[in-house]
């Protein structure tokens, strides 16, 4: 078995905590594993949160490796990402090739509409 990579997704307006708190649970998990925890975000550039917080992601979409897990954040910003064709793209992209894809509260939709989630 090879290195885990998860990779969190970043959005405008995505619930810090969502997606901070994630971070911070893989990063601790990743301490003497062979895990690395990254950042995505459609384009690469700085990204801001719900409350302000701007953080510079790891990845675009375009260069992310490849993930054996994927998370998607809630928050306000869901409305918007729900209807963006390259965050929907990207996670169809990427999900098949994953062991785990999940999301935080309103992630979730944002996982149904990329029809990634069932059952809901």
């Not at 306000?76 to 965050?87: L, S």
């Amino acid at each position: 078995m090879g290195r885990t990579t998860v990779g969190i997704v970043l959005f405008p307006d995505a619930e810090e905590l969502d997606w901070a708190g994630p971070y911070e649970v893989f990063a601790m998990a990743a301490m003497g594993q062979e895990m690395d925890v990254v950042t995505i975000a459609q384009t690469g550039e700085l990204v801001r949160g719900a409350k302000g917080l701007r953080v510079m992601p790891d990845h675009s979409f375009e260069s992310a490796p490849r993930l054996d897990v994927v998370l998607v954040p809630g928050g306000q910003g869901t409305q918007q990402e729900m209807e963006n064709p390259a965050m929907l793209e990207f996670l169809q992209r990427v999900a098949p090739g994953c062991t785990w894809v999940t999301s935080v509260c309103t992630g979730a939709a944002i996982l149904v509409k990329a029809r990634l989630a069932t059952g809901c």
